[in-house]
């Protein structure tokens, strides 16, 4: 089955402990990108990577690491987390560019 | 970058009614995708749709590319369809480094 898996789908964590959220697509896609969605104001775009080894910074990067060592794999490290980082995180994977992204099943995070 | 709007913002719906969702972007777009976030999360894909009519069911969607909106119909809807439907899409600049996402339309369908 074609799919996104995320790890874990739920965190509590404290504020400075160093976590990774991991994300990996079975779809051979190129494209991969992690958003976060808050409400009232939808889902921004963290990171995205157009393929191995190649990463670029989205709408709100600050306060998050990617790597893309691995096609399937793309995962979101948090060095010092803090509170304003507690949201609903989403993978997403697609063959080319942003055509027809396929998204994980989200991780929620919150940051104490 | 491109604003993307998204109307009506809040939806209810009798089941078996028929409703349509508009996507409106401030500039031309590429890349157009709608989007159903189910009340436990997850997010579908429904429609890659840069331009023309595509039908899935009972969803169907136009975009009129030209006139920088999109529009998603939902026919007979099912409460199965509630939820919140985003629209999607990125700068018409040939570098596709961002997808905008509109903030969403919540569709409650009563039973």
């Known amino acids: 089955e074609a799919q996104v898996t995320q790890n874990p789908r739920y965190l509590i964590t404290v504020t400075g402990k160093k976590l990774t959220v991991t994300c990996s697509q079975n779809m051979n896609h190129e494209y991969m990108s992690w958003y976060r969605q808050d409400p009232g104001l939808g889902l921004r775009q963290i990171y995205y990577s157009m393929n191995v080894e190649v990463t670029d910074k989205g709408d709100v990067p600050e306060g998050y690491k990617v790597s893309r060592k691995e096609k399937r794999n793309f995962p979101l490290i948090l060095e010092s987390p803090s509170p304003n980082q507690t949201s609903l995180y989403f993978c997403a994977s697609s063959g080319q560019g942003f055509y027809e992204q396929y998204f994980g099943p989200g991780t929620r995070l919150t940051v104490t | 970058g491109i604003q993307v709007e998204q109307s009506p913002p809040d939806l209810i719906l009798q089941e078996g009614a028929n409703s349509t969702l508009r996507c409106n972007f401030s500039?031309?777009?590429?890349?157009l995708q709608w989007f159903h976030q189910n009340p436990w999360g997850q997010l579908i894909n429904l429609f890659y749709i840069p331009s023309g009519t595509k039908q899935n069911g009972r969803l169907s969607a136009t975009t009129v590319a030209t006139e920088r909106y999109s529009l998603l119909y939902i026919s007979s809807s099912q409460t199965t369809d509630s939820g919140v439907y985003f629209c999607?899409?990125?700068?018409?600049?040939?570098?596709?480094?961002?997808?905008?996402f509109g903030k969403g339309i919540t569709l409650s369908v009563r039973p």
């Open positions: 500039d031309s777009v590429n890349n």
């Open positions: 999607a899409g990125t700068d018409y600049t040939g570098a596709n480094s961002k997808l905008t």
